[in-house]
């Protein structure tokens, strides 16, 4: 097994500081998780001359490279950006290396553990992070998928219809595992996971390939605007009192969709980001549309203004490598329009950013596309972390607080 982390800075954790305050500009930042592996990843081809999977890709936080310190990556954006991944669940990164960056039915698992450095005073804990390939739970998804489309493709097509029951059958003869849960194949590559390479290859530029529903049991591979829900990483950071009950704290499962949605709604998260008087009417709202089929709405709020005007808010919520999806947007405001034609609509996701910073997005669809309205980071802090980040603000000349 290849341990070998990118080619190593020798300043100590205070210079690299220094540098990414001066040099942050000098280059595009990293501001997510796959911008990072990509990096790691080219430096681990120029050094071993291949990628595959015994590899494994090492950042230290005591000693990170220059060239990403001029990207600004430090201590603390390390953290930040690899937080939601760690853990023994493989993660899909979106990115592509000549195809060499990922082993075809291999994904990334993303792994810390902590080092002591330094001598005297400056002793202290590092963490290090580690990306190591690894199978894909369920590998028969892409050999699935792969098949179901170019059974109904034809060239030049851009969309293409299935049903789901197709999936018993393409099994079959492809001696795999069938999941019990065969809508599971569906959630795959709509949230977590890209389509397989060949069927990538059929894209047309400036346009991918979604999974909608067309009705029950029925769907669509739709050839579409490349459309992203992602943070800017420019959006200011707007700390809010963590007002989640300890209890609720305490046995939450960390960092899943179902913690995400109480500190939310704990928090009056919606509430503050649409500036309305907003209640949680049902979570998990299975339903059906027309035209669609069956859909889920991670969880349902009415609202109201100070100007009387009434609302229904879908919330779609995201963690870990799970990605926000234009295509549940689309449906959720359809269900909607559909059922509260007398209601305005408007459309919220969330993701997770770190243990306590939530992005929030308002978005809408238009021109068969789902567009970002508005935008918003939240950290949750408590009191005391309230206070001591004020004071800072106050005692440090041009900090803004974010």
């Not at 950006?81 to 993303?110: C, H, K, T």
């Not at 999936?167 to 389509?195: C, H, M, Q, T, W």
């Not at 999974?211 to 829900?229: E, H, M, P, V, W």
């Not at 405001?333 to 306590?356: E, G, H, M, W």
Request: aromatic share 8%; proline share 4%.
């Amino acid at each position: 097994m290849n341990e070998s982390p990118s080619v190593h800075s020798t300043q100590p954790p205070s210079a690299i500081d220094s540098i990414v305050q001066e040099d942050a500009s000098a280059a595009r930042a990293i501001t997510n998780v796959s911008e990072l592996l990509l990096h790691l990843a080219e430096d681990h081809i120029k050094d071993i001359g291949v990628l595959d999977a015994t590899s494994r890709l090492v950042i230290d936080a005591a000693n990170i490279d220059e060239a990403l310190v001029r990207k600004g990556i430090n201590e603390s954006k390390l953290i930040e950006i690899l937080s939601p991944y760690i853990g023994d669940d493989p993660n899909d990164f979106p990115f592509d290396i000549d195809e060499r960056a990922l082993v075809e039915n291999m994904e990334w698992q993303v792994k810390r553990r902590d080092q002591i450095r330094g001598k005297g005073q400056a002793r202290r804990k590092y963490p290090v992070f580690t990306f190591k390939p690894c199978k894909i739970p369920g590998g028969a998804y892409n050999s699935i998928i792969e098949r179901v489309f170019f059974d109904n493709y034809l060239a030049g097509n851009e969309e293409v219809a299935f049903l789901r029951t197709e999936f018993e059958s393409i099994a079959k003869s492809l001696a795999v595992n069938l999941p019990k849960n065969l809508g599971d194949i569906i959630y795959s590559y709509r949230y977590r996971r890209r389509l397989p390479r060949l069927v990538r290859e059929t894209q047309r530029e400036g346009k991918e390939w979604i999974i909608r529903g067309a009705g029950d049991g029925k769907y669509t591979f739709r050839l579409s605007k490349i459309n992203r829900i992602a943070h800017d990483p420019a959006q200011p950071v707007i700390r809010i009192l963590e007002s989640t009950p300890q209890l609720i704290a305490k046995y939450a499962k960390k960092k899943d969709e179902q913690e995400l949605l109480a500190k939310i709604r704990y928090n009056r998260l919606i509430d503050i980001f649409l500036g309305v008087t907003s209640f949680s009417l049902q979570s998990h709202l299975r339903t059906k549309v027309s035209g669609i089929g069956q859909i889920e709405i991670d969880e349902f709020y009415v609202g109201v203004d100070c100007e009387g005007n009434q609302f229904v808010i879908p919330v779609q919520a995201k963690t870990g490598s799970d990605k926000l999806a234009a295509v549940q947007t689309e449906q959720d405001i359809a269900y909607c329009n559909d059922k509260f034609p007398n209601a305005a609509c408007r459309a919220v996701s969330a993701q997770f950013l770190s243990a306590t910073k939530i992005a929030m997005f308002e978005l809408d669809f238009y021109n068969d596309s789902v567009r970002k309205i508005k935008e918003r980071i939240y950290e949750l802090v408590t009191a005391e972390e309230f206070e001591k980040l004020s004071t800072q603000a106050l005692n440090t000349p041009g900090e803004s607080g974010s």
